[in-house]
């Protein structure tokens, strides 16, 4: 990925990380901050064991690969997982789209390989508000898809995690010979330093609880706003762009500190011929998001524009160092609280003609444009708009409101 950042100093990035934020009154779960770059990451018994969370912060955020090259055994990650599907996915709606209505009414709705993972558990169907649908990875934290195995583990030292549908699970001091023990816990169990969060279980907090069992005063304005266009055939037939701004905020009353889970997520789809179904579109694209906090009553505006390739991205805000990077990865805070003002994120798909004799310097078709701009209103705590579609010479058909459904 190519990016250009605002602010490139990011020296800060693991030493706040936090991977645990409410499973028992012990809170200190993860390695030592101590960073040790000398070890390399290894793979241990099918999983991918992290010297340190500095490490696995690198490669969560894209700034390092995991070398497979120079592992004995075969490692698959649940991105790969993911990956396999989109692209038996892509291939199987080019091959639909080529069948006669007759044999199109009789043939299958998805390629083996999605009604496989689908039946494993290993994706999930997502559906939106508007009446249409999707698939996704089924797991309660899809961030380490890249670094977890088919099981759904990673270990940083000694430190084993497991990432399910429904848990995260951590094992301080675990037995990386047998990880898989920890396939049996679905409750914390503090005597064997096992401990789990249930996502089923829904989180609620109110600012008045914030303010009284802290040092300092958050304001906890959860919000989680997306919208979507479907541009020109010119720049591609049955797609849809689609963008999410994501922002909670969890106190963490035993630390006096909260966790802050800040980030944009882009997306790149396809939708299935005669249906309401998206499936994913790798896509080259731009973005250009921009973030306004107050800090001391004064509007600070950080972050980050590039281009990238991908069909499902993140982009994560850190509101406490006032900057963005590619990847997804909440961080622990101890100190101010810095409201988010407003914000001005927006991506850019573009469709450019193929050189031709006539036309030896290729012209841009079309360019379609998706985003967000919010910024706080009189009467309401915010208020958001879409970004305009722009096409040059082209129609697009507007923005639309995107809402997943969450089941109860």
Known sequence: MKTKQILLAFVCLGCAFCLLNSCSKNLELIPSPVDDNSIEIQLKNGMLVFPSRMVLSKVLSGKEDVQMNQFVEIFTSQKDLMDEVVQAEQEYMTY??????????????????????????IIKKVFYGDGTSSYDLNLAEPLYAKVINRDGYFAIKDTIFQITP???KIWLGGDLN???????????????????????QKITATSDVGESRTNFPITIRDQNVGMYVLPDPVISENARLAFIFYDRTTPIFAKKSYLRDTYCRVICQK????????????????????????IDGVENMFGIEGSATG????????????????GHEPFEFDGEYYQISKFDCRYYWEKWEKITEEHPVPGKLATAT????????A????????QPYQGNGHGGTGGYWLTEIIPD
């Open 178 to 200: 047998n990880y898989m023990l920890l396939n049996s816990y679905t409750k914390s169990s503090e005597s064997e330093n096992i401990f789990v969060v249930d996502y089923s």
């Open 271 to 294: 939708r299935k011929r005669d249906t309401n179904e998206y499936g994913y579109e790798l896509q080259l694209y731009n973005y250009s998001f921009f973030v306004y906090v107050l």
């Open 96 to 121: 639909l789209d080529t069948l006669k209505e007759v044999v199109f009414e009789t043939a299958s709705e998805h390629s083996g390989v999605y009604d496989d993972y689908l039946q494993r558990g």
């Open 166 to 168: 429904r848990y995260k």
């Open 311 to 326: 069909y499902n991205d993140y982009y994560t805000v850190y509101t406490m160092y006032q900057m963005m990077v590619a």
């Open 370 to 377: 998706v985003g967000i701009f919010m910024e706080q209103g």
């Open 379 to 386: 009467t309401t705590p915010f208020k958001y708009y879409f």
